[in-house]
């Protein structure tokens, strides 16, 4: 089932989200399903399960239609559940980013280059994984949404200045997207 999208400025994109229970695989399992139906139907290449009001620790990334930019990208979708940050690079890099919380606005964000993430994947199965580039930047930006941050949070203070009053239409529902949003 295709869900609607919380908008920045939504309570629920702002809390520290839960531990899934493992102990209701089918409950999670039509959680990922929605997800990924949410996720192709708005044209994204993240969500996390804030984003369609669940606050748990669910998250997931599909390059599969960046491989023009990243070619590396081309066979690239990961289903994380209880995802963690066992390691991160001292190195730095910096990616344009946009999230469909936040509807055309898009802006540069510094993040470690490289990262080392635990996760039970969409068949529960414990994986330790590196990631670099753009696939590590896409999954630290849906990591942020589990503990109630945004990429907008993470800008550059003049660049922020910049964006504000789009962020601030946001937060009011002034914005048009092709996909179904919703505020709480
Ligand atoms: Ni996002």
Do not use: W
């Not at 999670?28 to 606050?55: F, H, K, N, W, Y």
């Not at 998250?59 to 940050?85: H, W």
């Not at 980013?97 to 068949?123: K, T």
């Amino acid at each position: 089932m295709k869900l609607p999208i919380y908008l920045y400025g939504s309570k629920v994109l702002r809390e520290n989200a839960q531990e899934a229970d493992l102990s209701d695989r089918e409950k999670l399992t039509q959680l990922i399903a929605d997800m990924e139906e949410t996720l192709a139907s708005a044209d994204g290449c993240g969500l996390a399960a804030p984003q369609v009001g669940v606050p748990v620790r669910v998250l997931i990334v599909d390059g599969r239609d960046l491989t023009d930019a990243y070619p590396y990208l081309k066979d690239f979708k990961r289903v994380m559940i209880n995802p963690v940050v066992v390691e991160e690079s001292r190195e730095t890099c910096d990616y344009s980013e946009g999230c469909l919380s936040v509807p055309g606005i898009y802006a540069e964000v510094r993040r470690p280059e490289r990262i080392r993430v635990e996760y039970l994947n969409g068949d529960f199965e414990k994986v330790t994984e590196e990631f670099d580039k753009f696939a590590c930047r896409m999954i630290q930006h849906e990591l942020d949404h589990l503990d109630g941050k945004m990429f907008v949070d993470r800008v550059a203070p003049i660049r922020r200045k910049m964006i504000s009053k789009k962020l601030m239409n946001i937060s009011h529902g002034k914005i048009s997207a092709h996909y179904k949003t919703r505020l709480d």
